[in-house]
Structures are given as C-alpha cells and as structure tokens.
C-alpha cells in the first residue's frame, strides 16, 4: 500500500498516529463539543444533514458512524428512522460525552457507542447497509486498510457517505479558510481545550489528506463502486460517496 506522510497531533517517536489521535481526544472530549460548534459557526450541523441525506436511497435499517467522537453524527441519522447505530471510536473520553448524550436525548436503544479501531472492526462481513464518517478518516494511521474494513462490514449495495475537509480553491473562500484554519483555529482551541497541540494538528492533518479526485481514486483503488463526491461551502468540506 502507498506511503504518505503521517502528520501526528504531538509528534511522539515512541506513539503511533493511532495512540496519539486517542490521546489528543481524550484530552479535549471535555470541550469538543462546545469548540466544534463554536469554531465551525454551526455549519457543521448543515453538512452532516446533507452527508445524512446521501444515505436515504439505501434505507439502511443497519447503520455504523465511524469515528463517532461524542455522537453527532450518529444522533442526525435518527432522521433514517433505523433499527440500529453503532457509534465507534477510538477515543473512550470522547465515547463517555456520548454515551450520557444519548441517554439524556432517549435515544440510547437505537444508538449504541462502542469503543474500537476503524481499521479492525469486531462486525462480520457485510453487516451494515450503511455506513458514516465525519472527518475521521483523515485520522486513520492506514488509510487504505481503513477504507477496506468499511468496504468489508458494508452489505452488497451498501452506501458508504465520508464527510470530510477539504481545501477551498476559490477567492475569497480560500483565502479566508486559510487564514481561520491556521491562526484563529489553533490560538482558540488551546485557550479553550488547554491542548496546544490539538487544534495545531486540525490545519496539518487536513492539508496532508488526499482530497478529491486523489481521494476518490483511493476510493476507487480498494474496491468502492460508483464514486462520487459533493462539495459544501465552497469546498471547506466534501461528501464523498460509494458503493459495495
């Protein structure tokens, strides 16, 4: 499988990436959600109702949300009206801000959160009918051998939908983008999180990704089916979708 430049949140010789993306949410699972709303103005609440809204052709009665974080993403598929999600996550910090989440909205005999590795997963193949990630798999340590585990707990026919960022291309939308992501971003998550090094890594580990056509040609290279991809806001984000 290709190499690519990792880029970890704190650059520790004795860690891997998957260590320290855990570590990094651990710490910061206290003030995520607040920063992640804050930070992004809301918007972030739109583009998961539209990443959502990709998954509807498939009825998925079986749903997992991949880097589930405190559950978000997991809680806008209720909108399906499935009989099951399973929110995974690497970080159990993150897990126990979702867990009391879904418990307080009611919701916790449909959304169960499991603590676990998106690249070697516990479910047998073809499980799921549908499949969710909100701008984890930029996280992954191997990102190939992560795509191919959500290829294989999908059903045949299945829908995978990946939310993502993504780099503006276009004035002003690039410039501005640029100048929030690397100077508001960073100097606002550590003076709220108290984690220097975290929202440092947001801005490095997005410019490292494989966007777009680089992305749906991986996509494409470990097995997905009709690849296509949906840009929102101006390219700030971008749905990416396949098929078993």
Same mark, same amino acid.
């Given at each position: 499988?290709?190499? *690519?430049?990792? #880029? ?7 860690? !891997?990436?998957? =260590? ?9 699972? @206290? ?19 539209? +990443? #959502?809204?990709?998954?509807? =052709? ?10 589930? $974080?405190? $559950?978000?993403?997991?809680? +806008? ?9 399973? @929110? /995974?996550?690497?970080?159990? @910090? ?7 989440? /879904?418990?307080?909205?009611k919701v916790d005999h449909i959304i169960s959160m499991q603590l676990g590795d998106s690249e070697d997963m516990p479910f047998e193949d073809g499980y799921f009918d549908g499949l969710t990630v909100g701008f984890g798999v930029r996280n992954y340590e191997n990102l190939e051998r992560g795509l191919s585990e959500m290829l294989r707990v999908l059903r045949p026919g299945g829908?995978?939908? &990946? ?20 100077? #508001? ?6 003076? &709220? !999180? ?9 801005? =490095? ?7 777009? =056509? ?8 470990? @097995?997905?089916?009709? #690849? !296509?991809?949906?840009?929102? !806001? $101006? ?8 098929? *078993?």
């Open positions: 499988m290709e190499e *690519r430049k990792e #880029v970890k949140p704190y650059g520790k010789q004795n860690a !891997s990436k998957k =260590e320290e993306v855990a570590e990094m949410f651990n710490n910061i699972s @206290g003030k995520y959600d607040f920063l992640n709303h804050f930070l992004s103005m809301g918007i972030d609440h739109i583009w998961r109702r539209k +990443a #959502v809204n990709q998954l509807k =052709e498939v009825r998925p009665k079986k749903i997992l949300d991949l880097a589930t $974080g405190t $559950g978000d993403f997991a809680l +806008a598929l209720l909108k399906l009206n499935p009989d099951q999600i399973i @929110g /995974m996550d690497i970080s159990s @910090g993150m897990l126990e801000v979702g867990k009391k989440k /879904m418990i307080h909205k829908k995978a939908v &990946i939310l993502e960022f993504s780099k503006p291309k276009s004035f002003p939308i690039k410039q501005l983008f640029g100048f929030y992501s690397k100077r #508001v971003i960073p100097v606002l998550g550590k003076t &709220i !999180s108290k984690d220097s090094k975290a929202y440092e890594y947001l801005p =490095e580990s997005v410019a490292a990704f494989p966007e777009g =056509e680089d992305f749906m040609n991986i996509l494409k290279k470990v @097995g997905y089916q009709k #690849v !296509s991809s949906k840009k929102v !806001s $101006g390219g700030i984000a971008t749905i990416y979708m396949g098929y *078993r």
